[in-house]
T-cell receptor, first 113, second 114 residues
Framework: GQQVMQIPQYQHVQEGEDFTTYCNSSTTLSNIQWYKQRPGGHPVFLIQLVKSGEVKKQKRLTFQFGEAKKNSSLHITATQTTDVGTYFC?????????????FGQGTTLQVKP | DARVTQTPRHKVTEMGQEVTMRCQPILGHNTVFWYRQTMMQGLELLAY????????DSGMPKDRFSAEMPDATLATLKIQPSEPRDSAVYFCASQPSGAYTEAFFGQGTRLTVV
């Protein structure tokens, strides 16, 4: 079945360093979504990418969708302690753009002040 | 401020007991998901409803788990009998109709089976 894999599983950085997490799907995705879960919290939607090669920015966060629509990345520039949490990518299973959301395992980011 | 509401927030129960978790999706959202989160498995999709009809519950252990939507304002997830390995955080999420819509998660039910 369709799988969504994320690497790395954990990342510890010093405040001010950059951070990147990668998401790979075994099948082509119609779109990909990114969520952030703070410790003890619930996943909260960050952004959605739909087009091949799409790049979107939110302040220090840069999201990319691969040309083949099978991979994506989230890059954080100059991390801050408020960036701590687990970042998940998620894609709809199947070719439909409204299918059930399958989540990657997540990348947990720790930031040392 | 519309939100997904889950009850209870925490539940401690003894092995063998029935557990019922409830979710009130955001009004007007027609898709509801149940996820289970553990350290080992991450976010696993258990069940998925659209317009109250179950579309997929292949991720759910059928012998002890059941999910229903008795009406548009309530989704339930039951475990009977519960086992220690069911200990996890259970999230409900709802999604509005249409293409490319985000999922809104509830705060989760933290279940501990002893």
């Amino acid at each position: 079945g369709q799988q969504v894999m994320q690497i790395p599983q954990y990342q510890h950085v010093q405040e001010g360093e950059d951070f990147t997490t990668y998401c790979n799907s075994s099948t082509t995705l119609s779109n990909i979504q990114w969520y952030k879960q703070r410790p003890g919290g619930h996943p909260v939607f960050l952004i959605q990418l739909v087009k091949s090669g799409e790049v979107k920015k939110q302040k220090r966060l840069t999201f990319q969708f691969g040309e083949a629509k099978k991979n994506s990345s989230l890059h954080i520039t100059a991390t801050q302690t408020t960036d701590v949490g687990t970042y998940f990518c998620a894609g709809p299973r199947g070719s439909s753009n409204t299918g059930k959301l399958i989540f990657g395992q997540g990348t947990t980011l720790q930031v040392k002040p | 401020d519309a939100r997904v509401t889950q009850t209870p927030r925490h539940k401690v129960t003894e092995m063998g007991q029935e557990v019922t978790m409830r979710c009130q999706p955001i009004l007007g959202h027609n898709t509801v998901f149940w996820y289970r989160q553990t350290m080992m498995q991450g976010l696993e999709l258990l069940a998925y409803f659209r317009n109250r009809a179950p579309l997929d519950d292949s991720g759910m252990p059928k012998d002890r788990f059941s999910a229903e939507m008795p009406d548009a304002t309530l989704a339930t997830l039951k475990i009977q009998p519960s086992e220690p390995r069911d200990s996890a955080v259970y999230f409900c999420a709802s999604q509005p109709s249409g293409a490319y819509t985000e999922a809104f998660f509830g705060q989760g039910t933290r279940l501990t089976v002893v």
